[in-house]
């Protein structure tokens, strides 16, 4: 079987878990292939370069750079059948939300969320109108959708109205080996990964430092991720803040970078109000760091019994964790393995099988 995966939409740095997501998953089909079968990658021009072909996969780069979206956009519906019916394919997985509205084989998407329809204060006017028409037509015209939880699920029956969904929850990210940055950290630190926007609930955060910060002189805060729609919000909490000087913004940094700041960091915290699935807290686990989770949407999926869960929006709930986490070691030691148990549960195997 020639299988077609699309992963047109993946810029190198540029999107976050989705390229998690396409890179591990890669990884993980090809290892389930048999004699006969093969990968066929479609990608941009500057993605391509990025995967290795093999005798079981094929890397094809399309005449179009991934950072161009409207180019991008037109090349997955004009070119990309044409590739299809050169190639003889039997069925494209298109693994980034959207797919190819008419296709000469079936067709499966992955459509991770509806961050578009749950919070549109992340997205400007034209650009939640295309996402809106673009998962829309994806899930009606696919032959079937795949998402990263049954929260998601749940959502994309209810506001697509489309039934032929199917869950499989993603996996924990491999570790890279640490390298030292040329910034410096702090001993003692709350850690966040996440990109700036308003869903992220970072403000929330900021204001959970500021009162365990008063009663714990040597504790900071770390945030890494993009900078996004809530970066201006962001920086005005800061600026406000009495210890703002102990609160530290990284931004993009490489993954054996990430690798280092994870592993000492002192307690994960990631207060978002919406995800389609959360591999930092799955990352954090397996660096054996203890997590205090929000308990959104699919977060609470995936944290299961690996970490401490509370509502998004509530302050004293994350002060009260995070301070138990501080104060007892006994019960922070339990929740690291409890962590590490939950992050080796997760493979991505088991995804690929799956799926």
Request: glycine fraction near 6%; charged fraction near 15%; proline fraction near 6%.
């Amino acid at each position: 079987m020639r299988i077609g995966l699309n992963i047109l939409y993946l810029i190198p740095g540029g999107v976050g878990g989705t390229e998690t997501y396409a890179r591990h998953l890669i990884s993980a089909l090809t290892k389930q292939l048999i004699e006969g079968d093969e990968l066929v990658i479609y990608a941009s021009r500057e993605t391509a370069p990025t995967f290795n072909e093999s005798k079981h996969v094929k890397v094809i780069a399309l005449p179009i750079y991934s950072s161009n979206r409207l180019f991008r956009l037109l090349a997955e519906q004009l070119l990309l059948p044409l590739y299809l019916l050169r190639d003889k394919v039997n069925v494209i997985f298109s693994l980034g939300y959207s797919s190819p509205f008419i296709h000469p084989c079936p067709a499966i998407v992955t459509i991770h969320d509806l961050n578009w329809y749950y919070h549109p204060e992340d997205f400007g006017f034209v650009s939640r109108i295309m996402w809106s028409i673009l998962t829309r037509l994806s899930a009606h015209t696919a032959n079937h959708v795949i998402t990263d939880s049954d929260s998601s699920a749940r959502s994309i029956k209810e506001v697509l109205k489309t039934h032929a969904v199917t869950p499989v929850l993603h996996a924990t990210p491999f570790k890279t080996s640490p390298t030292k940055p040329n910034f410096k950290l702090p001993d003692d630190y709350l850690f966040t990964v996440s990109a700036s926007y308003p869903h992220k609930n970072l403000t929330t955060l900021i204001k959970v430092f500021n009162q365990l910060a008063s009663v714990n002189p040597k504790l900071n805060l770390v945030i890494c991720g993009l900078s996004g729609k809530a970066s201006t919000s962001l920086k005005q909490e800061i600026n406000n803040s009495p210890f703002h000087n102990r609160i530290i913004i990284l931004g993009y940094i490489t993954n054996h970078e990430l690798s280092y700041v994870y592993s000492r960091a002192t307690v994960f915290v990631f207060p978002s109000a919406y995800e389609g699935f959360g591999y930092p807290v799955l990352e954090a686990m397996s660096y054996g760091i203890p997590v205090v989770s929000s308990n959104a949407t699919s977060l609470k999926e995936v944290v299961g019994h690996g970490g401490m869960l509370v509502e998004p929006y509530d302050i004293p709930a994350y002060i009260s964790a995070i301070s138990k986490i501080l104060k007892d070691s006994k019960f922070k030691q339990g929740l690291i393995k409890r962590g590490e148990k939950r992050a080796t549960e997760l493979q991505w195997d088991h995804t690929a099988i799956n799926t």
